[in-house]
């Protein structure tokens, strides 16, 4: 198998990988793997070192001074290329397990909290240092530490919606076209099986306890679902119609995905102006998020 067949074989498809994905992180993380595809690495342990190291590039944020906010910015650049590169082991090597995808999941949102919460408090301490000039906040004139804080929870929030909407549509995509994804309630089943297995088997309740929060986002998605269908006993649809009328919607979704929140965040901190990167996450992000589902409402109703 050629060195590209290889790399394609690590993706899940080239239509739902987010496009920084694919021309930044994805292709440094297979680099990565081949690198280390001879030594006992598992999935689990690239996940933990991405969780580690992205976790620290937040706490870097949180001190606020450019030095830190460009080792912050190679930190989280870093661990999100790890965290491409363990679902690629996984993929080739085929050592992935239920809970590892789970743990591959929680890395992003995990280290997202550590992330925002840094750049809060960064933003604070820099305010109290007289180091930045909180432009956006010349049109709202608030108290600055108020700004600062509604700012940073509001770009949290955000990136985390428009993360889970990219997420929602990417996983129905390949559900549809490729029968890669399992319907939500059918894997809702598998992962209710599953904690009932560990739980049988004894202890494992850490393991447990992140299935039974998987459960919950599935259950979210899956009531989105069918709030987005009009008619619940609807056929299933076209695959070839869905693909041609979706593929470049998709495209455009991956625009609001966690790699564009990254690369963004990255961008801000080594131009030294973390504000500016909780404003695209609330102001254009937000608004490209409501036209792309106000445009994927009315090509539901086309692809069947």
């Given at each position: ?91 080739l090597k085929k050592n992935g ?94 992962y209710e099986d599953e904690s ?109």
């Open positions: 198998m050629s060195l590209y067949s290889q790399y394609k074989s690590s993706l899940k498809a080239i239509e739902v990988e987010e496009i920084f994905d694919l021309i930044i992180y994805r292709p440094l993380a297979f680099l990565f793997v081949k690198a280390t595809y001879s030594i006992n690495i598992t999935p689990d342990m690239v996940s933990v070192a991405a969780l580690t190291i992205g976790s620290t590039a937040g706490i870097m944020f949180g001190f606020g001074g450019y030095t830190f906010l460009v080792i912050g910015a190679i930190l989280y650049f870093t661990s999100n290329v790890l965290d491409c590169a363990d679902g690629q082991i996984a993929r397990t239920k809970v590892g995808r789970i743990v591959d999941g929680f890395v992003d949102y995990i280290v997202s909290i550590f992330v925002f919460v840094g750049i809060g408090i960064g933003l604070t301490t820099q305010f109290n240092w007289h180091e930045v000039n909180l432009w956006g906040n010349a049109f709202l004139q608030w108290d600055p530490i108020v700004y600062i804080w509604v700012a940073s929870i509001l770009g949290a929030i955000s990136s985390a919606v428009q993360a889970f909407y990219f997420d929602f549509y990417r996983n129905k995509f390949l559900e549809v076209v490729y029968g890669k994804a399992q319907n939500i309630i059918e894997e809702i089943k598998e009932e297995r560990l739980k049988e088997n004894g202890s494992h309740s850490f393991q447990r306890f992140l299935i039974s929060i998987y459960l919950k986002y599935s259950a979210l998605q899956l009531k989105i679902q069918k709030d987005h269908e009009e008619n619940h006993n609807e056929q299933k649809p076209n695959p070839k119609v869905y693909y041609a009328k979706n593929r470049l919607l998709l495209r455009l979704w991956s625009y609001v995905g966690s790699t564009t929140h990254i690369t963004l965040c990255v961008i801000t901190a080594l131009l030294g102006n973390m504000e500016a990167f909780l404003i695209i996450c609330i102001l254009p992000l937000n608004l490209l998020m409501l036209v792309l589902f106000l445009v994927q409402k009315q090509v539901n109703k086309v692809t069947v």
